[in-house]
């Protein structure tokens, strides 16, 4: 079964605490021939003819592009350039068209409305039309500030949906938010638990996320980088720490240690503090805590704002 792709309302961006490294580009070739597709028998003999090989055969001819790029190639014509016309001009536009359209998106899912994770969401439904999956009273709060009408799909707190090929179990979690939620996408080879932006781990959050083979964990803040921070003043901090602000390391270590289970296979650490946190403290005190349980099979990764995760096949 196909699995497109779900654009999250949490950025699930990660890199290793010890080498950065960004995720390869997607690039799509539209290709109709010409020169470089030509071919002849050798060198020193007649007969060169354009638009011979295949857009395959081409990015197949320099194996090394894999190293750098996800390549894709799609066929639009295989001509010589003197024999380019209208016509394949015309459908040439229309596939390149076509491929800007399709961002490979089914939907974008909204945890909450603080602008942290909706302010990117009127620049992206400008190009692509792309529904928006969040609650009523989420989705009045982001229209009260959205400068253009999006297209929302509503799902109640706590309901399941199906969004392409994923099904989705929404849930409540604590948050100085109108209806914040977490989200578990099931999919046919794993489940993918999203829990960030949440004071504390409550009964219900704890049984939503326990079947998580994948987790995005909210690791907010190093407590003592929180409270020695000069520039927050302490309403900030408090709500911060409050029952509905955000997790610390500490408290995601404790997250984790609840819901362990043989089939949790891999944690990105989300939703870090520029200020408040550091990717390898953020790392060091959840992998400490697996140590100490003897959960070795999880693999750990503190996500950053700046560079992407490499991207993980499931
Ligand atoms: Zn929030
Ligand atoms: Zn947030």
């Given at each position: 079964m196909r699995i497109r792709t779900l654009l999250l309302s949490a950025l699930l961006v990660a890199v290793p605490a010890a080498s950065a490294y960004a995720a390869k580009p997607a690039i799509k070739i539209l290709a109709t021939g010409g020169t470089i597709a030509g071919a002849q028998a050798s060198a020193q003999s007649y007969g060169y003819k354009s638009g011979t090989f295949s857009v395959d055969d081409l990015i197949g001819a320099?194996?090394?592009?894999k190293e750098i790029a996800t390549l894709s190639g799609e066929q639009v014509a295989n001509i010589g350039s003197q024999d380019m016309n209208d016509e394949i001009w015309l459908k040439l536009a229309k596939r390149v068209n076509a491929a800007l359209a399709d961002a490979g998106t089914d939907g974008i899912l909204i945890t909450h409305e603080h602008s942290d994770h909706i302010q990117g969401l009127a620049a992206i439904c400008v190009r692509v039309c792309v529904p928006i999956f969040c609650n009523r009273l989420t989705m009045e709060a982001i229209a009260a500030h959205c400068p253009i009408r999006l297209d929302y799909r509503i799902f109640s707190t706590g309901a399941t949906f199906e969004v392409g090929d994923i099904t989705v179990d929404s849930f409540s979690v604590p948050h100085d938010a109108y209806d914040p939620v977490g989200f578990l996408l099931r999919t046919a080879s794993a489940n993918i638990g999203v829990l960030t932006d949440l004071g504390h781990a409550t009964k219900l959050v704890l049984e939503r996320i326990r079947a998580a083979h994948i987790l995005l964990l909210e690791a907010n803040h190093d407590l003592k980088l929180l409270q020695d921070?000069?520039?927050?003043p302490w309403s900030i901090k408090q709500r911060i720490l409050s029952r509905h602000g955000h997790l610390s390391n500490d408290s995601a270590a404790d997250v984790i240690e609840q819901i362990i289970s043989a089939d949790l296979r891999r944690v990105y650490l989300g939703h870090l503090s520029q200020d408040c946190n550091r990717p390898e403290l953020a790392h060091r005190a959840v992998s400490a805590r697996l140590q100490k349980i003897g959960a070795n099979h999880v693999h750990i990764e503190s996500t950053s704002q700046e560079v992407r995760c490499a991207t993980f096949t499931i």
């Open positions: 320099v194996p090394q592009l921070d000069t520039r927050r």
